[in-house]
């Protein structure tokens, strides 16, 4: 467990994620305060999460393209991506 994944966190940064398998979970709880129990793809930066197999889960949200002149893009062809809390 984990209480936060980011993929492109930083302003200029690249970051790039990729699951074919497995489980991840972000710990932390619904309705907690930001940066715990979720996922940022594409922060401050740019972030590219590709998911093809698997289980995915954040205890509360998942943001994509975050900030301003942030760009997030998850692609999902197979597996379960999922936010238990608000999203």
Known sequence: TLP?????????????????GGTVFIAGGANTPPGIGELFVGDNGTGTMNMSGGDFQASDEIWIGT???ATGTVTVTGGSLKAAGRS
């Open 4 to 20: 936060t994944i980011r993929v492109g966190q930083a302003a200029g940064a690249t970051g790039n994620l990729t699951m074919t």
């Open 67 to 69: 900030q301003p002149g």
